[in-house]
């Protein structure tokens, strides 16, 4: 096609070329015109010619390269039909010779799948062991044992079973051994672990837990009980002999939930602000009950101080009233009587002042229980209104604030009952030493004038 383009471009040149000389040279007759015009024809007609045969040569090359690119057209479709039957026969092969490999197997082959499935559950166990804190990567073996497709080896055999051994040989050891231990803040220092076989990992006084993600030794965000973490710091410190530990017999599972457990201050931090207001209505009752109990103690010593020395009053309950006596010996029976009981009634007010208040506050810090338990539920309805019951931990912080109020309250209202009958008691047997001492007085004043 670029050869006729080629061709066609020179015929225009040349007609172009031969236009302009023939302005030039125009034909001054009809003799030189017509000659001039079989000459033109004669150039045109061998222009013609060869832009035939060439035209005529190309479509012997396009014909050509057509048939042969139907060769190859039809040489690839064969191919294709000779590889397609070639993968179906493979496919026959493959089917065959898998057949043979299980009937050459016959019970090796159950043998290979109870090893694969006890290869899998082994290495979930070794990855989650505490014993792999110790000794770590012994589970890749396993696992690609698990994993793997052809049928194991018999030293491959043996090695699953010697590591079955060995896991439940350090089971039963208590074992010491140098590791990192990475604290709550990410620092990682190093440090002497104890391992109870593969339930519990110990350091420095406190328990730790192995991260099989990370491939870890953490110290626990927050440590179980005091009286646990006691024998872990004996256990540790005993270099003979037996020693008493707590051991989680889920393998740190039960630890990690320990992690999850509210401390005090959470649980108070959950009885929000009646919670405080209930703690405060304790504190102002103990101190009330505190400054009540010593003020009695004081007055009571000083009266029993007094009752030995009748003779000589002091500047207390008891003293006053025999001052009352002394001043109004000379009166008769039931005046003196009238006098010393006005006494006592002066001196009850001081003794019993405050502690109403004690009573009111152990009735008040029930009632405020009662008043978050109201307000934390419908804090938890509010919260399944809007969101459902899909989510439990949306419910939890009302239902922790309705529970912790009303412990909150109970606790409170218990202590205060019982300093309010203390020092009430306390109260009391004051004032009954004086009705006491009044009435021996009486009873000596109505002696001498009976006498």
Do not use: C
């Not at 024998?231 to 889920?250: N, Q, Y």
């Not at 969101?387 to 419910?395: A, E, I, R, S």
């Amino acid at each position: 096609m670029k050869k006729l383009l080629t061709s066609a471009l020179i015929a225009a040149s040349l007609t172009m070329t031969a236009g302009i000389a023939q302005a030039a040279d125009a034909p001054k007759n009809i003799q030189e015109l017509l000659q001039q015009v079989k000459v033109d024809r004669s150039k045109d007609s061998k222009v013609n010619k060869a832009r035939e045969k060439e035209f005529l040569n190309e479509r012997g090359d396009k014909a050509a390269l057509l048939k042969r690119e139907k060769q190859a057209l039809a040489a690839e479709k064969q191919r294709g039909k000779d590889l397609s039957q070639a993968f179906l026969d493979n496919e026959r092969k493959i089917a065959q010779l898998e057949e043979d490999l299980k009937t050459a197997q016959g019970d090796l082959g159950e043998m290979f799948g109870v090893v694969k499935g006890e290869a899998g559950d082994f290495a979930g166990k070794l990855v989650s062991s505490n014993i792999s804190a110790q000794y770590p990567g012994r589970d890749k073996f396993i696992a690609e044992l698990g994993a793997r497709k052809q049928l194991p080896k018999i030293d491959e055999l043996e090695r699953f079973w010697e590591e079955q051994l060995f896991e439940m040989a350090e089971s039963a050891k208590v074992v010491s051994f140098n590791g990192s231990v990475t604290g709550i803040d990410g620092n990682v220092r190093n440090a002497k672990v104890t391992r109870i076989g593969a339930y519990n990992l110990l350091a420095e006084g406190k328990y730790v837990v192995y991260n099989a993600d990370l491939g870890l030794i953490q110290e626990l965000s927050q440590q179980p009980g005091s009286q646990h973490v006691a024998s872990v710091k004996d256990f540790e410190g005993t270099t003979s002999g037996f020693a008493k530990v707590f051991v989680d017999p889920a393998r740190g599972v039960l630890l990690n939930v320990f992690t999850q457990k509210a401390t005090i201050e959470e649980r108070i931090e959950a009885g929000g602000t009646i919670g405080y207001i209930i703690i405060g209505l304790l504190a102002l009752g103990a101190l009330i009950s505190i400054e009540r109990l010593v003020k009695l103690y004081l007055v009571g010593a000083q009266v029993k101080s007094q009752r030995k020395k009748v003779d000589s009053p002091g500047n207390n309950p008891l003293g006053r009233v025999l001052t009352v006596y002394q001043e109004n010996q000379n009166v008769d029976v039931e005046t003196l009587e009238l006098k010393l009981d006005e006494a006592i009634l002066k001196e009850t007010p001081a003794l019993e002042a405050r502690i109403s208040i004690i009573k009111v506050l152990a009735a008040i810090a029930p009632m405020m229980g009662l008043l978050g338990t109201v307000t934390g539920m419908i804090a938890t309805f509010q919260s399944i209104q809007l969101f459902g019951t899909g989510d439990p931990k949306l419910m939890a912080g009302g239902i922790s604030m309705a529970l912790m109020t009303t412990v909150q309250g109970l606790v409170a209202a218990l202590p205060l009952m019982l300093m309010h009958a203390i020092v009430i008691a306390r109260s009391k047997s004051v004032v009954q030493i004086l009705e006491e001492q009044s009435a021996g007085l009486v009873a000596a004043h109505a002696e001498k004038r009976n006498a």
